[in-house]
């Protein structure tokens, strides 16, 4: 794929979800003209930008709706939620369609189709006749025009000379363009398109209607009309036009009408009429009376439209004899030099003659006074990387990390094992160097790697509105912290689980409108998506103000599905009970809809949530509301563990799940149930052994105390008996592969600075 197609892939993509946010503002909102115009700026940009690819039924469709929300602006129409509903269904469309192009360079065969069945939805409904033209078709009369009879007037004599030389070679195509008065409204440019004309042999500029006053011309209003020779076929000026084709008349010409109109000219009408007027109003403007102040200004702005204005109507000779009296009315500091030298060109140039044509003045302009002649471009400051590159940066700082960490193992066998203490300290010494600049490194790289959690965020607003419009409830979703960034590996994590959040608080959480107003609340509901940072972490929150959770219901339908039995029921929290949601299978739901109920979401929220390395618990009171908490790291190409000792072996486990460390006496050890159990904090902690779940059997007497690692699971404080405490670092995990990562209670590896790997272990696994 070409990289003009991959940049409009990326542009498209943003254009299309700033339309979408833009488009659901105006639907609550309908007098912002703001948004509006915003919108409309961004389809318009989207169909212009789509014109330079094989997209002919994406660029069809996005320039009906163009017309539509053109007609928003008009405030001819409103947005209604129905007109929403067909527009964001064009957006989806044109969103698969941006990943066709993406995939395949090109767009499905039935594409066509579904554009001519929108388009026509869009014609029907939204104030045109279901048989109008659309754009692209050349249906209708064309504006009435006397070509042939107006050629002498649009082009210069040496004009049609020149084009008639042309058409003797091939077809000759009159090219007349009438631009809408309101076209810089819609973001249109009539000259940039009429200069881009292929075959272009000649082109003239006429006044559509005299000009109004100074004080009363609206510069906004288009009054110009362009017409050009050109010897492109006629495929290709179609192409060119299809934005505006109803604007456009194009009429064949032969070589023997253009001979029959270049005879000599009246003298009146060697320069086309737009120059004359042009060069007849710097004389006036010379004329007029000025301040000290203005007249510097006067004089170099008059210089260059009398110039420009001659190079336009192809008269390079003369316009070096006005920058030669523009030099000298400023320095003498009198307008007559400039205002002579137009007039004898003006009088000069009203006589029928031939000047040789210089080409290497085309396209210069004269600078005014203090002004450059060309313009200075900034350098890009924003640069675009593969993220493959960005991987490849962060493995190999991970690798550097476990080199470093080598160093100190170097620095201890030196002074240990060969007695040479000074190259010991020499070694820390470049050790804490080294040990600096990886820490910049590492934290320069993860700086790129970071991205706002808005990137997920800015997607729930169509989710919300199209979801509550469904369930029949009014919901404001409310977003802050979206400027809160964390690593892309955890951003493009987070979306699956609070897709399931926020679908199961609509569906469970908020109450219809009747609902709500029978409890006094609001009719329209609250669903806030909150992010900030909290030291290492990432904090997200899903918080409504609707039926909250009754725990009394979860111990139920757990003990109804087996989950719970009698003796966990008497003793289990409401806190624990609430946590039960996340439970496999597990629902409320009397009914399976297309929304939620059959026991999958919540387990995959937590799911998801783990396998990033986070945690996620849950409160809720009955009839107030609920709030869901994610706790994610920041980061998950840098893990934190603990080490610890099972006898001579040594593993790691996950910072995160980590409550706290205790020595608990074997005297105070008891069993229930079966089960070793001891008391903390007036708590009863349920005892498992490190060994006896890896199956690992212990060497050597067993000591008075036993070395606790208190850990959370699924909020859940159980406590995991090991033989000794290590020290926390950090690492760079590796997922086990190949055959090994069939192997059940192992998270992955992680290589140590001595050169030892270190078994990082899945607790929930192990346990479960």
């Known amino acids: 794929m070409n990289e003009l197609l991959v940049q409009f892939v990326l542009e498209a993509r943003d254009l299309l979800r700033d339309a979408g946010e833009d488009l659901m503002a105006l639907e609550r909102h309908p007098g912002d003209e703001d948004a509006i115009n915003r919108l409309f700026r961004s389809v318009h940009t989207l169909k212009k930008s789509s014109g330079l690819f094989e997209a002919q039924p994406l660029t069809r469709i996005l320039h009906v709706l163009e017309d539509i929300f053109q007609s928003v602006r008009e405030r001819k129409i409103s947005v209604t939620p129905e007109l929403a509903d067909l527009a964001l269904k064009i957006f989806d469309q044109a969103s698969q369609w941006i990943d066709d192009l993406d995939q395949h360079a090109a767009l499905p065969d039935g594409a066509g189709a579904i554009a001519g069945d929108l388009v026509a939805e869009l014609r029907t409904r939204y104030g045109h006749r279901a048989d109008e033209p659309l754009p692209g078709n050349s249906g209708g009369e064309p504006p009435a025009y006397a070509p042939l009879a107006d050629l002498a007037r649009w082009f210069s004599r040496y004009a049609l000379i020149a084009a008639s030389g042309a058409a003797r070679e091939g077809q000759l195509r009159l090219i007349s363009y009438q631009p809408e008065e309101g076209c810089f409204f819609r973001g249109e440019d009539p000259l940039h398109l009429a200069m881009q004309i292929p075959g272009l042999q000649a082109l003239g500029i006429a006044q559509r209607a005299p000009w109004a006053l100074l004080t009363d011309l609206d510069p906004f209003n288009a009054n110009l009309d362009f017409h050009a020779l050109s010897t492109a076929d006629r495929p290709t000026l179609d192409a060119l036009f299809r934005y505006v084709p109803e604007q456009v008349t194009i009429t064949e010409l032969g070589a023997s009408s253009l001979l029959g109109l270049a005879a000599p000219a009246a003298p009146d009408r060697a320069l086309p009429p ?20 203005e007249f510097y ?86 640069l675009r990387v593969d993220q493959e590159k960005v991987d490849q940066l962060m493995n190999l700082i991970g690798e550097l990390v476990v080199a470093k960490n ?151 339908k757990a003990y109804e599905r087996g989950m719970l039995d009698e003796a966990r029921l008497a003793t289990i929290t409401d806190q624990e009970a609430t946590m039960l949601v996340f439970a496999a299978g597990f629902s409320t739901a009397e009914t399976v809809s297309d929304v939620s109920g059959r026991g999958v979401g919540m387990d995959v929220v937590r799911n998801a949530v783990e ?109 995991l008996g090991i033989s000794a405490f290590g020290e926390g670092m950090e690492v760079i995990l590796k997922p086990l592969e190949g055959m090994l990562a069939k192997i059940a209670g192992y998270a992955g590896t992680a290589l140590l600075g001595d050169g030892r790997v270190l078994l990082v272990l899945d607790l929930k696994e192990l346990i479960q």
């Open 406 to 556: 080598s160093l100190p193992f170097l620095a201890r066998r030196a002074e240990m094992h060969y007695g040479v203490r000074d190259l010991g300290r020499e070694i820390k010494d470049q050790y804490g160097v080294i040990d600096r600049i990886a820490q910049e490194l590492q934290s320069a790289v993860m700086s790129v790697r970071m991205m706002p959690v808005g990137q997920v965020f800015q997607r729930f607003p169509r989710l919300v509105r199209d979801l509550s419009r469904k369930l029949g409830k009014e919901v404001d979703l409310v977003i802050q912290g979206e400027d809160t960034e964390a690593d892309k590996n955890v951003i493009e994590n987070l979306f699956d689980p609070l897709l399931h959040m926020v679908r199961n608080s609509l569906d469970h959480g908020v109450e219809t409108p009747a609902e709500r107003a029978a409890c006094g609340k609001s009719g329209t509901a609250m669903v806030k998506l909150l992010a900030r940072h909290e030291g290492d972490q990432v904090v997200l929150e899903i918080v409504d103000d609707g039926r909250g959770i009754d725990p009394e219901v979860i111990k139920r």
């Open 297 to 382: 200004g006067r004089v170099g702005a008059a210089a260059c439209v009398a110039a420009n204005a001659l190079r336009s109507a192809r008269r390079f000779d003369v316009a070096p004899v006005l920058e030669a009296a523009c030099a000298e009315a400023l320095s003498s500091g009198q307008a007559a030099p400039l205002r002579v030298a137009i007039a004898d060109i003006l009088e000069a140039l009203s006589k029928p003659q031939f000047v040789e044509n210089h080409p290497r003045d085309e396209g210069r302009t004269v600078a005014q006074p203090g002004q450059s002649s060309a313009t200075e471009r900034l350098p890009q400051r924003t």
């Open 274 to 293: 737009v120059v004359l007027t042009l060069l007849r109003d710097q004389i006036s403007l010379l004329t007029m009376e000025a301040p000290a102040e």
């Open 611 to 719: 396998k990033a390395g986070g945690r996620i618990s849950m409160t809720s009171t009955k009839g107030v509301g609920t709030t869901v908490r994610l706790n994610l790291p920041l980061s998950m190409a840098v893990s934190r563990v603990m080490t610890v000792g099972l006898d001579d072996r040594l593993f790691g486990i996950p910072m995160d799940l980590i409550h706290g460390t205790v020595k608990v006496p074997r005297t105070e050890i008891v069993s229930i149930k079966g089960r070793q159990a001891f008391v903390l904090r007036d708590r009863v902690v349920p005892l498992l052994h490190l060994s006896e779940l890896l199956d690992v059997p212990s060497v050597g007497a067993a000591p008075d105390e036993i070395a606790v690692l208190v850990v959370r699971l699924d909020g859940q404080t159980i406590g």
